[in-house]
């Protein structure tokens, strides 16, 4: 079993980056990433009631000259259809989104994850999304590539997290 | 007294540094002919002008955002107000232009008309809210925009319109020249 990416480097990282807000719905994949969110001081989290809401938010910070990040389960990838296509799309807002994918084998036992879990990929693909897998080894070179991807054609890209990647 | 000509008299009590995020639809539209250019005019993500604003002022602390909406925008993203509410920023205030109707689609009842805005908003953690009835008034209280512009505070100001009866053009601006005006300016 790969060691998982410790939450706080991982914050720090994006920090470094340049991120400075986060938005979004939890899924207990990223349960110690939200708990790092709260206590950070680096990077401002506001819990957001929807994750449209979410990506409304990210975007009129873009606007305002900053840049954040969006973190969601894959089920709220259908939530934000609207909000991707005729705002962020349309208007090419660079978006960071980091998606649980749920409804793989680990969750075998949550059958209300089983349908987006086949479909998530082909979703993004739709959407003509750019999307990696994240990885505990080289998940530093994942994020850069995910970031220049997002930076150069100023549109959203979506990191793609597995059970146990970036919580126990 | 209609949509327009609320968002008209708006403008006399603008200084220009305001920030303004306006729904989509007409409301835009009436936005981008009357008020000071340029803004962001949102030609989709109905239902998210309120939680774009809240990210705007969010990155802007030291300007005015305002945030100018249709009730069918402001009831579609509903629980922004109470992320707003819970944030606090005390640099954004929301206008809502009630007509009761989905006007731009060709004026279908929205829920709008069964509501208290007083009662919701206050419930939703912002203090100062005003909801006022100019449908049959043809002035608006001088105060109103005074209070409304100027006070650093975060608000909600409701007002009950006529439906509007002319319709403007589309904004001539692809949404990329939007943004790209918006953050040169
Ligand atoms: C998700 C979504 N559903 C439906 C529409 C079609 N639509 C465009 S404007 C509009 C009405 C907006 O109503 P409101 O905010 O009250 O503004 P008004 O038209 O009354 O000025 C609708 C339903 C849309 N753009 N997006």
Redesign the pocket.
Known sequence: MMVMIAPEHFLSFLSDQGFSLASGVPCSYFKDTFTSLEESTEIYYIPSTREDEAVGIICGYFLGGQVGFLILQNSGLATIG?ALTSLAQLYKIPLLMFVSYRGLEPDADFPEHLVMGDVTEDVLSAYQIPYWILEEENWKSILHQAISVMNDSSLPVCVLVKKGVLSQ | MK?AEVIQKLDEYLTGKELIVS?????SRQVYTLLPQPQVYLR?S??LPVSIGLGLALSQPKKKVIVI??????LMGLSSIATVGSVQPPNLRILV?D?E?????GCQE?VSSALNYVEMVKGMGIKSVVSIDLTKEKEIPSDLFDKFVIKEELQVLHIRVEIDDINLENIPWHPIEIKENFLNR
């Open positions: 609207d | 949509g729904s989509n639809g007409n409301v989709g109905m239902g909406t249709g009730d069918g925008n402001f232009i007509n109707t989905y006007a731009t689609t929205t």
